[in-house]
C-alpha cells in the first residue's frame, strides 16, 4: 500500500514560482495498477519524481508498505541514509525515452543497478537471465541498444527497472515514444508482470486510451492538484470534471459527435447520447422507448469499449416526437440506468 498525504512542491524560478503539486492525496492498494493521467504541465511527472525521492516535496508524507513513514518539512526528509537508499532501491522506473547505455550490451544495462549490491558475478548473470526471459528477451542478451525496436528498449529498460526486486514500478509516460503495436505489446507485459510477480505499478499518463487499457483506479490531475479519482470504470461511466470528460473523449470513437452536428444538417428537435453501463449494456431499450413511447430513434454514432472486462456502451441518437414523450422516454431511460447526456435541443 501506497499513502500519499497533502504533497506540496514549489518551483522557485527566476521570474515566478510555480507550485507543482498542490495538497496531492493519494491512496493506491499493494498489488494495483494505478493512472495518473493529465496534461503537459499538471504536474504527473513531478509527483512521480517526489516518490522516488530524485524530488524532495516541501510538505507531505510518503508511506510504501515495509518501510517508515517519511514525512518532509520545509524540504528536509525526516529519513536520510542507508533507509532512503533502502526505499529507493524499493521502486523501479521506467522512463519514455528508455535511458539505456548505448555502449553497453542488453545484459550491461540490465546488469547495472546491480553493480554496487554486492551479488557475485555468477549471482548477477542468473538474476539478469530470469529477467530477460520475463520480458522476452533472452535471444538479445550481446545486442547494444542500437540493433533494438522502440518496444524491445522499452523491454530492456522495464528489465533493468525490476532488477533489484522492487515493491513498486513507476512508469512516467513509458509508452509515449512507441508505435500502436508495440504500445499494446508493452501494457499487455506490465499487465502480465503485475499478475505473475504482485508488484504495485503507477502510470503516468497523458493518453487516456493506456489507463483504459491496463488501470484499475485512475487519478486526473490539473494545475497542481488531483481533481477526480476512482475507480477507472466508474470515472469513464460518470465523469464530473470537464477535463476528465475531455481525457475521456479523446478516447472515445464517439468524440466526432461535436463535427457530427457542427457540419450536418439535422432536422431533428433533439440529440441526446446515452451511456449504457454495465447495468445496462445489452438491454432492448431503443426499441422500448420508440415503441412504448411513440419516438423515432435514429442511432448516429455507437461504440462498446471494455474496461477491466466490464462493458461500457455508448450512443448518439437523434429523438423526433412530441417533447412530452421524448421527456417520458428520457425519464424511463435513468431508471433502467442509462445516462442521458442531451448534446442538442431545438
Do not use: W
Not at 557475485?120 to 535471444?139: N, T, W
Not at 542478451?141 to 513498486?168: D, E, H
Amino acid at each position: 500500500m501506497i499513502k500519499i498525504e497533502h504533497l506540496d512542491k514549489t518551483y522557485h524560478l527566476k521570474n515566478a514560482n510555480v507550485r507543482a503539486l498542490n495538497d496531492v492525496s493519494l491512496q493506491i492498494d499493494k498489488g494495483q495498477i494505478y493512472g495518473i493521467i493529465g496534461y503537459s504541465g499538471a504536474g504527473k511527472s513531478t509527483l512521480v519524481r517526489c516518490l522516488n525521492f530524485l524530488e524532495i516535496p516541501d510538505s507531505g508524507s510518503i508511506e510504501i508498505q515495509g518501510f517508515e513513514k517519511i514525512t518532509s518539512n520545509n524540504g528536509v526528509l525526516n529519513v536520510k541514509g542507508k533507509k532512503l537508499r533502502e526505499l529507493r532501491r524499493s521502486i523501479g522506473m521506467i522512463f519514455q525515452h528508455f535511458n539505456l547505455l548505448d555502449r553497453s550490451t542488453v545484459f550491461d544495462n540490465v546488469a547495472y543497478p546491480l553493480k554496487y549490491t554486492g551479488l557475485s558475478k555468477a549471482e548477477i548473470e542468473k538474476r539478469v537471465d530470469g529477467l530477460l526471459d520475463l520480458v522476452d528477451l533472452a535471444d538479445k542478451k550481446y545486442v547494444y541498444p542500437s540493433q533494438l525496436s522502440g518496444g524491445q528498449k522499452q523491454r530492456v529498460a522495464i528489465a533493468r527497472a525490476l532488477s533489484n526486486n522492487p515493491k513498486v514500478l513507476l512508469s512516467d509516460e513509458a509508452t509515449s515514444a512507441l508505435d500502436p503495436e508495440a504500445t499494446e505489446s508493452i501494457l499487455n507485459l506490465l499487465k502480465d508482470l503485475n499478475q505473475k510477480l504482485g508488484i504495485t505499478i503507477i502510470m503516468i499518463t497523458h493518453e487516456m486510451s493506456v489507463i483504459k487499457t491496463i488501470a484499475k483506479r485512475v487519478a486526473v490531475m490539473e494545475d497542481g492538484c488531483v481533481v477526480e479519482q476512482g475507480d477507472v470504470y466508474d470515472i469513464f461511466a460518470n465523469p464530473k470534471k470537464e477535463i476528465t470528460k475531455r481525457f475521456i473523449d479523446s478516447a472515445s470513437a464517439l468524440s466526432n459527435v461535436d463535427q457530427l452536428v457542427e457540419h450536418h444538417t439535422i432536422s431533428s428537435n433533439r440529440i441526446v447520447k446515452l451511456t449504457f453501463t454495465r447495468d445496462s449494456v445489452g438491454s432492448a431499450t431503443i426499441s422500448k422507448i420508440s415503441r412504448d413511447y411513440k419516438i423515432d430513434v435514429n442511432i448516429m454514432l455507437a461504440n462498446v469499449d471494455y474496461i477491466n472486462a466490464d462493458a461500457l456502451g455508448g450512443i448518439v441518437a437523434s429523438m423526433e416526437g412530441k417533447d412530452e414523450d421524448i421527456k417520458n422516454a428520457i425519464e424511463y431511460l435513468n431508471t433502467c440506468s442509462v445516462k442521458v447526456e442531451v448534446i442538442k435541443h431545438v
